[in-house]
C-alpha cells in the first residue's frame, strides 16, 4: 500500500473526493417509483421473447427484435410469417406494452413535478464539488458582511462555502454567486459534514445574534476532537460589543471582529494620520497591490531557530523585510533590532511583494541555511 502511494504521487495521481453525505439514500427512495415499470419491462420482453420461441419458432434474436418492436409499438411490421396464435399473442403484447409505457410516463412526469428529484441530484453534485475542496473557509450565515467577506476572498482566488438555514436560499445563493454552498444550520452536524469541514482551512462565523456564533463555535471545536485533528481550524467570528468579544475569545475562537470597534479606530487613524491611513489602504487593503504584509512561523526544525535577525537576510534574496517579532508567549517586538533572537514557534511579521513573502516562508521552513544567503 505504501509502495502504491508513492507510485500515485509521483505520478499525481489522486482519488477521487468523496463527500461525507452522499444523499444515496434520499436519491435511491426518489427513484423507487421506477422499479416496478423497469421489472414489468424486463419481463414482457422475457415473456415475448420465448412466446415467438414456443409459438412461431422464431429463432432467439429473431423472436427478442419481434418483442422489441412490438412492445414499443413503434410499427416496424413481421419480421417473419407470423401464424394466427402468434397474432393474438402480438395484439396482447401491444397492449400490455402500451399500459407500461403509460404507467412509466406517468410515474416520471409526477416525480419530476414534485421537483424532489432534481433537487436532490443539484444538491448531491453541489456536495461532490465541495468534497474537492482544499484550505477553503467555511462562511456561515448570510448577511451584508458575508456578500463583502466572499467579495474579497473571491477577488484573492480563495474557495470558500456559504452556510445559511433559510429556506429561500437557493435564489440568495444565485443572486450573489455563491459558488458552493449549503442549506442548513450551520451548528448542526449536517452543515459540518456538508460543507466538508474536514479539509477547510478555518470557519468564519458572521451570525445577527452572538447566541449562533457560540452554538457554531463549540461545535467546531468539538468536531476537532472526534477527527483528531494535527492543526485546528481558524474560527473567526463577529461580535457586537466588546463584552461579547472576550466571551467568544474565552469560548474558542482565534479572531473576533468588533463592527463599533474597528469603526472607531479607522476613523481615528483617519482624524490623526489621515495621509498614513490612505497609504495602508491603497498598500495593503486592495488585492491587485504589489505589496502584502503576512506572518510567517519558524518551527523547531527551521535553520532560523536560535538564530538573529541579522541572519534572515531576506531583503536581498526576495525584497521582504521584517517589521516585526512575536514570540509563542505573545509578546509582541516592534520593528526588531539585528541582534534580537528568534525563538522556536515565534511569528515574522512580513511585508513585501506578495511573491517574495511566499518565497521567503519557503525558506523558513527549510531544516538548512540555503545557499545563497551564506
Same mark, same amino acid.
Request: proline share 5%.
Given at each position: 500500500? #505504501?509502495?502504491?502511494?508513492?507510485?500515485?504521487?509521483?505520478?499525481?495521481?489522486?482519488?477521487?473526493?468523496?463527500?461525507?453525505?452522499?444523499?444515496?439514500?434520499?436519491?435511491?427512495?426518489?427513484?423507487?417509483?421506477?422499479?416496478?415499470?423497469?421489472?414489468?419491462?424486463?419481463?414482457?420482453?422475457?415473456?415475448?421473447?420465448?412466446?415467438?420461441?414456443?409459438?412461431?419458432?422464431?429463432?432467439?434474436?429473431?423472436?427478442?427484435?419481434?418483442?422489441?418492436?412490438?412492445?414499443?409499438?413503434?410499427?416496424?411490421?413481421?419480421?417473419? !410469417?407470423?401464424?394466427?396464435?402468434?397474432?393474438?399473442?402480438?395484439?396482447?403484447?401491444?397492449?400490455?406494452?402500451?399500459?407500461?409505457?403509460?404507467?412509466?410516463?406517468?410515474?416520471?412526469?409526477?416525480?419530476?413535478?414534485?421537483?424532489?428529484?432534481?433537487?436532490?441530484?443539484?444538491?448531491?453534485?453541489?456536495?461532490?464539488?465541495?468534497?474537492?475542496?482544499?484550505?477553503?473557509?467555511?462562511?456561515?450565515?448570510?448577511?451584508?458582511?458575508?456578500?463583502?467577506?466572499?467579495?474579497?476572498?473571491?477577488?484573492?482566488?480563495?474557495?470558500?462555502?456559504?452556510?445559511?438555514?433559510?429556506?429561500?436560499?437557493?435564489?440568495?445563493?444565485?443572486?450573489?454567486?455563491?459558488?458552493?454552498?449549503?442549506?442548513?444550520?450551520?451548528?448542526?452536524?449536517? #452543515?459540518?459534514?456538508?460543507?466538508?469541514? *474536514?479539509?477547510?482551512?478555518?470557519?468564519?462565523?458572521?451570525?445577527?445574534?452572538?447566541?449562533?456564533?457560540?452554538?457554531?463555535?463549540? *461545535?467546531?471545536?468539538?468536531?476537532?476532537?472526534?477527527?483528531?485533528?494535527?492543526? !485546528?481550524?481558524?474560527?473567526?467570528?463577529? #461580535?457586537?460589543?466588546?463584552?461579547?468579544?472576550?466571551?467568544?475569545?474565552?469560548?474558542?475562537?482565534?479572531?473576533?471582529?468588533?463592527?463599533?470597534?474597528?469603526?472607531?479606530?479607522?476613523?481615528?487613524?483617519?482624524?490623526?494620520?489621515?495621509?498614513?491611513?490612505?497609504?495602508?489602504?491603497?498598500?495593503?487593503?486592495?488585492?491587485?497591490?504589489?505589496?502584502?504584509?503576512?506572518?510567517?512561523?519558524?518551527?523547531?526544525?527551521?535553520?532560523?531557530?536560535?538564530?538573529?535577525?541579522?541572519?534572515?537576510?531576506?531583503?536581498?534574496?526576495?525584497?521582504?523585510?521584517?517589521?516585526?517579532?512575536?514570540?509563542?508567549?505573545?509578546?509582541?517586538? !516592534?520593528?526588531?533590532?539585528?541582534?534580537?533572537?528568534?525563538?522556536?514557534?515565534?511569528?515574522?511579521?512580513?511585508?513585501?511583494?506578495?511573491?517574495?513573502?511566499?518565497?521567503?516562508?519557503?525558506?523558513?521552513?527549510?531544516?538548512?541555511?540555503?545557499?545563497?544567503?551564506?
Amino acid at each position: 500500500m #505504501a509502495n502504491q502511494n508513492r507510485i500515485q504521487k509521483f505520478l499525481n495521481w489522486r482519488e477521487k473526493s468523496k463527500p461525507h453525505i452522499t444523499l444515496n439514500d434520499e436519491l435511491y427512495v426518489l427513484l423507487a417509483p421506477f422499479r416496478l415499470p423497469l421489472i414489468l419491462t424486463v419481463l414482457t420482453m422475457m415473456f415475448g421473447t420465448f412466446g415467438y420461441i414456443l409459438i412461431d419458432k422464431m429463432s432467439l434474436l429473431d423472436a427478442l427484435y419481434q418483442t422489441g418492436i412490438t412492445f414499443t409499438t413503434v410499427g416496424f411490421g413481421e419480421i417473419a !410469417p407470423i401464424s394466427d396464435l402468434g397474432r393474438i399473442f402480438t395484439i396482447s403484447l401491444i397492449i400490455f406494452g402500451f399500459l407500461v409505457f403509460s404507467a412509466a410516463i406517468g410515474i416520471i412526469v409526477d416525480v419530476l413535478n414534485k421537483g424532489e428529484l432534481i433537487k436532490v441530484m443539484k444538491e448531491r453534485r453541489m456536495l461532490y464539488n465541495i468534497a474537492r475542496l482544499k484550505k477553503h473557509f467555511v462562511i456561515c450565515y448570510h448577511n451584508e458582511f458575508t456578500i463583502q467577506v466572499t467579495k474579497q476572498l473571491r477577488e484573492s482566488h480563495i474557495p470558500f462555502v456559504v452556510i445559511d438555514p433559510r429556506e429561500n436560499f437557493d435564489e440568495i445563493a444565485v443572486q450573489y454567486a455563491y459558488p458552493y454552498y449549503v442549506k442548513a444550520e450551520p451548528h448542526t452536524e449536517t #452543515a459540518i459534514l456538508k460543507s466538508h469541514l *474536514s479539509s477547510a482551512k478555518g470557519i468564519i462565523t458572521l451570525a445577527d445574534n452572538i447566541a449562533d456564533n457560540i452554538a457554531t463555535i463549540a *461545535s467546531v471545536r468539538l468536531y476537532e476532537k472526534e477527527i483528531h485533528l494535527r492543526r !485546528p481550524f481558524l474560527v473567526i467570528s463577529n #461580535a457586537p460589543t466588546i463584552s461579547d468579544e472576550e466571551k467568544l475569545l474565552k469560548l474558542g475562537a482565534d479572531k473576533v471582529v468588533t463592527p463599533t470597534n474597528i469603526m472607531a479606530q479607522r476613523i481615528n487613524a483617519m482624524a490623526i494620520r489621515p495621509d498614513m491611513e490612505n497609504l495602508l489602504q491603497e498598500f495593503l487593503y486592495k488585492q491587485d497591490t504589489p505589496l502584502d504584509m503576512e506572518e510567517a512561523r519558524v518551527t523547531r526544525t527551521s535553520w532560523l531557530a536560535l538564530k538573529k535577525i541579522k541572519d534572515a537576510s531576506f531583503r536581498e534574496i526576495s525584497n521582504v523585510t521584517i517589521i516585526g517579532l512575536r514570540h509563542k508567549d505573545g509578546q509582541f517586538i !516592534p520593528m526588531p533590532k539585528g541582534d534580537t533572537t528568534i525563538t522556536a514557534g515565534s511569528k515574522l511579521l512580513l511585508i513585501g511583494p506578495s511573491e517574495g513573502i511566499r518565497k521567503t516562508k519557503k525558506i523558513i521552513r527549510k531544516t538548512k541555511k540555503p545557499e545563497e544567503m551564506m
